[in-house]
């Protein structure tokens, strides 16, 4: 999910399934911030689908509803 939408919408969507260890938040492997040439979005890899469904459908309903764009991660690595 990627897309200049302002604020910290990315880390707080992301914080949902965050870890605090010794004072820090630590992101999921699963999910986690990313800013891209100057886009900012998350990454929520494939396997949080089975992992944690609830929280897969949050994300990819957020990104709808919202108006983001969801790039897979094939297109994802082309465009890096």
Known sequence: ???NFGGFWAERLCGAIAEYNNGR???SDLAY???RNGQIGIVVET???SENPAI???FMNFA?????KII???EA???A
């Open 72 to 74: 897979s991660g094939r």
């Open 77 to 79: 690595h082309r465009s």
């Open 47 to 49: 396997l949080l689908r």
């Open 56 to 58: 897969y459908s949050f």
């Open 33 to 35: 911030p990313i800013t």
């Open 1 to 3: 999910i990627a897309e």
């Open 25 to 27: 938040l630590i992101y």
């Open 64 to 68: 709808r509803d919202n108006r983001l």
